[in-house]
T-cell receptor, first 114, second 109 residues
Framework: NAGVTQTPKFRVLKTGQSMTLLCAQD?????MYWYRQDPGMGLRLIHY???????AKGEVPDGYNVSRLKKQNFLLGLESAAPSQTSVYFC?????????????FGPGTRLLVL | SQQGEEDPQALSIQEGENATMNCSYK?????LQWYRQNSGRGLVHLIL?????REKHSGRLRVTLDTSKKSSSLLITASRAADTASYFC?????????FGAGTILRVKS
């Protein structure tokens, strides 16, 4: 099992450009999450999904969109990147019926917006 | 806003010593979890303690939970240089985990 993988590992964007971050998991997990991590801060939840075809807003959803067309994939989109979106982005997934359980994290995507 | 707050923000100890990190939170929880993050890597789950549990052990890790004080502690015994990392507590409520800002642990050899 590869676990949770993220693509790409690193990306540089110019202000106003768009991009999509891909998260894939091969553990048949229902719940998937996108977080951002900034220096000196913990992880902040951007969006999450409780199953295929569902999405919900987290703590900091503005400027991001997500889609969960397939159970194993969770896409995070930036339509018009801003310097404030420079961050490290982590995807996670978890099994179970409540979302309370252990989360498995990907290795992260470092995004720099100039 | 962050639910959990870790204390201290940073901790530096010698190899072989014990390291204690604390986490305080604000609302009722289903469970509390601790994660480790090595530099440049994703988070790795260490231990989960449910709201009806008071203490849990896993290898060199000991976690306590005091729901009346809304606090938890993580003890790493006989620390090793490889324990150098950031440690985060995460509280579970709703369909989500809410992470604190973390404690940076440095173990000197």
């Amino acid at each position: 099992n590869a676990g949770v993988t993220q693509t790409p590992k690193f990306r540089v964007l110019k202000t106003g450009q768009s991009m999509t971050l891909l998260c894939a998991q091969d553990m048949n997990h229902e719940y998937m999450y996108w977080y951002r991590q900034d220096p000196g801060m913990g992880l902040r939840l951007i969006h999450y999904s409780v199953g295929e075809g569902t999405t919900a807003k987290g703590e900091v959803p503005d400027g991001y969109n997500v889609s969960r067309l397939k159970k194993q994939n969770f896409l995070l989109g930036l339509e018009s990147a801003a310097p404030s979106q420079t961050s490290v982005y982590f995807c996670a997934s978890t099994t179970g019926t409540s979302g309370f359980e252990t989360q498995y994290f990907g290795p992260g995507t470092r995004l720099l917006v100039l | 806003s962050q639910q959990g707050e870790e204390d201290p923000q940073a901790l530096s100890i010698q190899e072989g010593e014990n390291a204690t990190m604390n986490c305080s939170y604000k609302t009722s929880i289903n469970n509390l979890q601790w994660y480790r993050q090595n530099s440049g890597r994703g988070l790795v789950h260490l231990i989960l303690i449910r709201s009806n549990e008071r203490e849990k052990h896993s290898g060199r890790l000991r976690v306590t939970l005091d729901t009346s004080k809304k606090s938890s502690s993580l003890l790493i015994t006989a620390s090793r240089a490889a324990d150098t990392a950031s440690y985060f507590c995460a509280t579970a409520y709703g369909n989500k985990l809410v992470f604190g800002a973390g404690t940076i642990l440095r173990v000197k050899s």
